[in-house]
């Protein structure tokens, strides 16, 4: 389940070993109290969130507890939420609030009967802040279960500005453009793009990004629902179209054999470690919090990044991922639970963790100025800016089975394209069986 969603890949790594802990031991989960916790009240939330993005969120909890007198308890979830919190609902140790990663899972709650609807303040906060798009993602049928907190912004290609100088090019405005500047990158020295090909969720968003540019919202959301069948012509192109990058060994640093055995960090690694070995990567706002974190690179600087481009005479895709808070009816103190989702919908909780890093809100009233810096402001500006255009990761509305398991589905489709893109046309056969199976299950 990649991330933001797919909040990255390392991630995993680090949740492994705290699957075991119990709820109530607030040492695992970093219980956090403020100077008015005398209510006695306690929420537990479970999450995705490891490292950094952990503790930064715990700053958000400790400004409730602060002004609710309410103790907070996180325990990390692991990627596989949909399985850990039904395990402990089963265990009668149910979390009270889970931070949903896919909407999928998201539906699947709703649809077991596990989730509380959300509060009535939660909604008009909500609607005033968040474009409707964000608000429909979080309804099931005709009612609203999950406030989108967090956000990632999964249409932004980064670059070495350095690199795109010495090449002489500048950040293109069309699919076609970036093909160009690619081309022009490799004859200067340096090959386009590191494509993290070993991860097979950062190839459907390469396909999700031009999909959604090419053949528009429209159809893009019937395909998210399969409503449209894979062998759709407008797949095909889409397919065609990505199979112009992956083909080209100018592009592809390494080509197709590198490609597939460089994971997520491997590719930031490829273009902004100590030994650059391209001068693009494509992936989420993330990008740039590995770049500054893993690499010290200054983003503004030496790590830069632009919109993903149009494609096709179509409009620059926005696509997105999120988390979603989700009030569950077998917490014991989902009362309580709710209260915090009252106050995630508010700005100021987006602002605590907005001026810590590492993060982009959807609620168009967190204020620009309280994100850490330019660039980071420049995502959260685009994201809010694009509206009701936004379109959710596809792969993270499909069944896990089609779209979020290793080694299957729509994942290795798009290896085994990215190693022979030679028949897009058999490609979107082999994807339509993959998703007639997932659906129908």
């Avoid at 608000?135 to 967090?150: A, E, I, P, R, S």
């Avoid at 500006?381 to 596809?394: E, I, P, Q, T």
Wanted: hydrophobic share 40%; with cysteine.
């Amino acid at each position: 389940m990649r991330r933001t969603a797919r909040t990255i890949t390392m991630r995993a790594t680090a949740a492994v070993s705290v699957l075991g802990v119990a709820f109530g031991v607030t040492a695992c989960g970093g219980g956090t109290t403020g100077p008015a916790s005398s209510s006695g009240e306690s929420v537990t939330v479970a999450g995705v969130w490891t490292g950094s993005e952990q503790k930064n969120f715990k700053k958000v909890l400790d400004t409730f507890s602060e002004k609710t007198g309410v103790k907070t308890v996180f325990v990390p979830s692991g990627d596989n939420v949909s399985t850990f919190v039904g395990s402990k609902i089963e265990g009668g140790n149910a979390p009270d609030v889970v931070m949903v990663p896919q909407v999928g899972v998201l539906q699947q709650f709703a649809k077991e009967g596990w989730l509380k609807p959300l509060s009535s303040t939660t909604a008009k906060t909500a609607t005033d802040g968040l474009a409707p798009v964000w608000k429909n993602y979080g309804t099931v049928g005709d009612t609203y279960y999950g406030l989108y907190f967090k956000a990632a912004h999964k249409s932004t290609i980064w670059y070495t500005p350095e690199a795109f100088t010495q090449a002489g090019v500048s950040t293109p405005g069309t699919y076609e453009d970036l093909l160009k500047a690619g081309r022009a990158l490799a004859d200067s020295g340096l090959p386009a793009f590191a494509v993290a090909g070993e991860d097979g969720w950062t190839l459907t968003d390469w396909f999700e990004n031009i999909y959604l540019s090419q053949a528009g919202p429209e159809k893009y959301d019937q395909l998210a629902k399969h409503e449209l069948k894979w062998t759709d012509p407008s797949v095909v192109a889409a397919l065609t179209t990505l199979g112009q990058l992956f083909k080209d060994d100018q592009l592809v640093a390494g080509g197709a054999k590198t490609a597939l055995q460089t994971d997520f960090p491997g590719s930031v690694e490829k273009v902004f470690g100590p030994e650059p070995r391209a001068g693009m990567v494509y992936e989420g706002d993330f990008v740039g919090g590995v770049a500054k974190d893993e690499f010290g690179r200054e983003l503004g600087e030496d790590t830069d990044f632009f919109p993903f481009p149009a494609v096709g005479g179509g409009k620059a895709p926005v696509v997105s991922g999120g988390d979603a808070a989700v009030v569950l009816k077998d917490g014991k103190n989902s009362a309580a639970g709710m209260k915090l989702v009252e106050f995630l919908a508010t700005p100021e909780a987006a602002e605590i963790w907005a001026g810590a890093g590492g993060y982009l809100s959807p609620n168009k009233n967190v204020s620009l100025d309280a994100y850490e810096n330019d660039t980071t402001r420049a995502t959260a500006k685009s994201l809010v800016a694009a509206g009701d255009s936004v379109r959710f990761d596809m792969s993270d509305q499909a069944p896990a089975a089609f779209g979020g398991t290793k080694g299957a589905g729509e994942w290795k489709l798009l290896q085994d394209f990215l190693r022979d893109p030679s028949d897009p046309k058999g490609t979107a056969a082999k994807l339509e069986s993959a998703a007639s199976k997932a659906y129908e299950s």
